[in-house]
């Protein structure tokens, strides 16, 4: 997706992928007719035509091919979540810091539509007052859990699905930071399929300047639900407003009986389908449109134009992903965990 964005973008006129497994690097840039194709991340960084690096890599492999660019001078754009412990998070910030490299971080939600990004304006533009307390709930089916966990043990539903709403509230609370987590979770379908996370967490986060937040996620809905990605609902209150985002897309309900595929997902579909649910966008018309689109467009017109960017920064990608594993360590110990988490 991210390929074939920056290869519709005006002022690219070379891609290069590379992929550990070259079947699927050759295979991709057939695909979306990239230039250049390797098994060698370093090969494709260092080629001189490229001057911008996206990192798309698994989970837990974000690192390396972030800190090639970086000695190399090339900006990078990075999948959530920006790694998997706050130490390789801490080495990535350092290096960036140091070479005066950027990097973002694809906290893609920010670009699904407008929602977010109209919900931040409404706090910028001071409508809501102070913001006194935000709920956000997420859902999203098995099927997808389990893909993810399948590539990496580590990135479990709160470390890399719940990761982007507490983005979102880190975002919208910019200026406060996370400090205590109470968290609790049952456990169901998805150790019974082999992983040891729980169906369902809540958690419990107090910030800096006193804010309460209550933070929601399961990825253990049925397999067959409708939604074909996040299901979210989003209420945040303020002392002199209040604001409500219904992502559950229950507005665009379709049944076929051929069938429709999951935007990722090899083999998913379902017959019931909730339309514009796929996290990253969707397919019409032979285009990619959604979350990922905008936001991959958003960095290239940032790098090109040098105007304003809205995708997160390495600083707060790092406090997101300390907020995740809080949550965590709080579901798994029933304790308190106070931020930041001990080094
Ligand atoms: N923003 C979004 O909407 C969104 C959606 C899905 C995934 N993601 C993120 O994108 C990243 C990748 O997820 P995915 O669903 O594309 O995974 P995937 O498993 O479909 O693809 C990952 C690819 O990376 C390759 N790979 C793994 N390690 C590598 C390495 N060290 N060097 C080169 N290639 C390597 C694998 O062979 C595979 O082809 C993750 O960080 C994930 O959280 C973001």
């Known amino acids: 997706m991210r390929a074939r964005q920056a290869l519709t973008h005006p002022s690219v006129n070379f891609v290069g992928v590379s992929d550990l497994v ?19 991340n370093l090969e494709v960084i260092a080629r001189p035509e490229v001057n911008a ?8 492999e974000h690192m390396k091919p972030i800190l090639q660019a970086i000695e190399l001078g090339k900006p990078v754009l990075v999948e959530k979540p920006i790694a998997l412990s706050v130490a390789d998070a801490d080495r990535i910030i350092a290096a960036s810091e140091q070479a005066g490299v950027e990097v973002r971080v694809g906290y893609s939600r920010r670009f699904k539509d407008l929602r977010w990004m109209l919900a931040k304006e409404q706090i910028a533009q001071g409508r809501m007052g102070r913001v006194t307390g935000i709920s956000a709930r997420l859902f999203n089916n098995r099927a997808n859990g389990i893909a993810i966990m399948t590539r990496d043990r580590e990135a479990t539903p709160l470390v ?10 880190n975002w919208m609370l910019e200026g406060a930071r ?31 300047d006193g804010t309460v937040v209550n933070l929601t996620v399961s990825y253990a ?29 229950t507005d665009q309900i379709m049944y076929t009986n051929k069938g429709i595929p999951h935007v ?20 019409a018309l032979g285009e990619f449109y959604g979350a990922i689109a905008n ?17 997160a920064t390495p600083r707060e990608a790092r406090t997101t992903l300390e907020t995740t594993l809080g949550i965590q360590l709080a579901a798994e110990t029933g304790k308190i965990i106070t931020l930041p988490l001990p080094g």
């Open 295 to 311: 936001e991959t467009r958003a960095w290239l017109d940032h790098l090109v134009t040098g105007k304003g960017c809205h995708l």
């Open 221 to 249: 809905l049925p397999e067959k639900y409708p939604a074909l990605g996040h299901a979210t609902r989003f209420e945040m209150l303020g002392t002199e407003g209040v604001l409500i985002i219904d992502d559950d897309h």
């Open 178 to 208: 996370p400090v205590e987590i109470v968290a609790r979770g049952q456990k169901g379908v998805l150790k019974a399929a082999g992983f040891d996370v729980d169906d369902i967490n809540y958690a419990i986060i107090t910030y800096s």
């Open 22 to 40: 070259a079947g699927n690097a050759s295979a991709l840039a057939g695909k979306v007719g990239a230039q250049f194709h390797t098994a060698d």
């Open 53 to 60: 690096v996206i990192v798309s890599t698994a989970e837990g």
């Open 160 to 169: 890399d699905a719940l990761t982007y709403y507490v983005d979102i509230v």
């Open 264 to 283: 990722y997902l090899p083999g998913h579909e379902v017959n019931m389908v909730f339309l514009n649910s796929g996290t990253p966008g969707d397919w």
